[in-house]
């Protein structure tokens, strides 16, 4: 530290120092004892370091440098950053592929399981030894663009024409029949989605002068007509076809409307009559509209928290707020698309609900905790990482979600946690037996997520994933799977029941089993395994019925019984002693899983050309026809009777490669809405007259 110019004596005195060190000439006149202290440095947080840290010898220039060139960088590095620091530039990324984990999309997506593309359909004729599950996916994508492409007829004006007069639109005939579906609406749906204030809106659309208030208002109009058809559909007046039924005449209104809510100003109204219509859409006849409903309405939420919101419309705002990141956040995990919600920016406080408080369980807040989980997994786990070691980050990050997974699943009261046997028998009120399977099912469907993510991780990396963390994980999706297509039994095939409760999740647990059968039918589990397929797939004949043939699920049932016949064929074979599986004991793991360093033609190539020469070959399954990214279960020194194998058949996401070709079965509960489009289609543009 620096020597003060004045020493101590002259200083307090306040006289002229000559500043001498030896001995000042004031202090020499006076006889007096002369002193020079030293300045002191302010003690300063994280300001001084560099100044006051001991220094070695010639070593203090440098230290200031470094510290000066290599400052801390607590903002994370991207994909993104690589790409634009490096671009046009002797070190851009060329050749480098990013690495991400497969898993988001668990039902849409060519990343999903109802995705089936060239490979797989490959590797399971290779498997099956027949075309049969290739001929049943050209049949299904035959379906799907007949569906899409010639939709049924619906009769004219269903699908949102309202083209009535003012004095036909704002006709109250039958208010009975509007007031007795509100009040359903708030027995059956509101508890699950309790964006609205009951008593009050109750009071409004019963009070004798509605019709009066409702024609000069764009919103509560749309917000009337969405809750009456929601309640109209809970009471058996809605279909699976989109335009037909009683409560699609209900909501078409609510439609007709929605062009003009794009136009006005942020406000509570227009976020609840959005609210209403994002709820509708989540069954499967608003499956075309549902993603820019959702999507306006999102943004709607997120803008109106800059308003000064007090009293009611800023609880009203609170409520519609996390009932939209929840269904938001859902659906769009399972769709495989980005969310809309920025989460590092929610300040809104989470309310406390009475109407979603079922028996012991806080649905509101159960459910929002879980849509969260769901956000954190799409941006962290399913998506490009610019970190040194992907794969590493990967995993840790696997065990987070699933940790916290587990965290979420003991918040919820003992008698309805998932992870236990689902006992509807023992659980009290109809409301709660629902709220149970539903929690039942989203446990589910994140826990296979996580599985899978971990089977991918290792089929593309080497020393990451322990083969006793396979065998984990590859066992527990199968009983995750199991559990699930025991639970179809209890799903009401009802139009006003969400998409991933009742296709959704019971897909990619029915495709699941089905390649754990494929792939192992010497297996123990396989019997039980074959059992819950056939369980499937009479839930999905139930849904073609209860839809009068209009959603063929039929189809999906199909699956059931190829993989029956095909155990069926090797137990056949077995019993006349024939040599079924000469496979090798003990492949060694590195000729099982993909080599990200291979080249793509020439391994697709060497893939067909086994399999053409499998095909034509006597009924014997050689060691070619295992695919390249089976994972095995537990020791690879066990014969293949004795372990539990699951197919990675696609390389892992490239970002510059082709989108690959094949057909997503979910697209069978797709259905075409002839012109529906609420910016240039005049079919739900009808004039709003006041």
Known sequence: MEILKSCDSCKARKVRCNGKLSRSYQCSRRKAHCHFSRRKIPQRRNVNSILTSPLSPGAGSSSVSQAVESPRQPLPELYVDRLLARARTAGALKNEKPFSVKGIGVVIGNASLTFFSDNRLLYLSSRLRNDRVKELVRRISTVIVTRLQHPEVVPSGSTGVVKENQKDVFTFTDRVEANANIKLYFEQIHPFYPFLDQKEFEEMAFSSDFPGRLAHNRAMYALYYAVVALGCQASAGGRFEPGKGRAWQFLRRAFAIFPDLLGLPD??????????????????????????????????????GRSNLSGKARAGYHRAFWVLYTIEKITN??????????????????????????????WFLTTARYARLLSKAMTSLFSIAGADDPKAYYLAIIDQCGKELEQWRMSIPADIRPGEPYRAHAIQGALLRLAALRIHLYYNSFKLSLCRATLHLAANTSNVVSQARQAESTRVMMETSRSVLELTAFIDVEPNTPLWIM??????????????????????????????????GGHFSRIEYASGGSLPGSLIGEFAHIA??????????????????????????????????????????????RISTTLNSPPNLEPAQVSDGLVF????????????????NDRYFEMDDEIPIGTDIMDLFN????????????????????
């Open 267 to 304: 406000s509570l109204d227009v976020l609840q009559a959005m609210t209403a219509m994002a709820v509708f859409s989540l069954n499967i006849s608003c499956l075309a509209i549902e993603h820019f409903i959702l999507s306006e309405a999102a943004r709607r939420a997120q803008n109106l």
């Open 333 to 362: 995990f399972h769709f495989g698309r980005n969310s809309l919600f920025v989460d590092h920016n929610i300040v809104i406080p989470v309310p406390t609900v009475p109407d979603a408080i079922i028996g012991e369980l806080d």
């Open 503 to 536: 296709a959704g999740i019971p897909v990619v647990a029915l495709f699941i089993l089905f390649d754990l059968v494929v792939t192992n039918p010497k297996h123990a589990g396989t019997a039980t395994n074959l059992a819950l397929l056939d369980m499937a």
């Open 564 to 609: 029956r016949e095909y155990v069926n064929t090797i137990r056949s074979e077995d019993n006349l002693n024939l040599p079924l599986d000469k496979q090798s004991p003990a492949l060694p793991k590195s000729s099982l899983v993909h080599s990200s360093s291979l080249d793509r033609t020439e391994s697709q190539v060497a893939r067909e050309n």
């Open 633 to 648: 279960d537990d020791n690879v020194g066990l014969t293949l009777d004795d372990t539990l194998l699951f197919p990675i």
């Open 671 to 690: 259905s075409a809405m002839p012109g529906i489009d609420p910016f240039f289609n005049q079919m739900i543009g009808g004039d709003f007259q006041n």
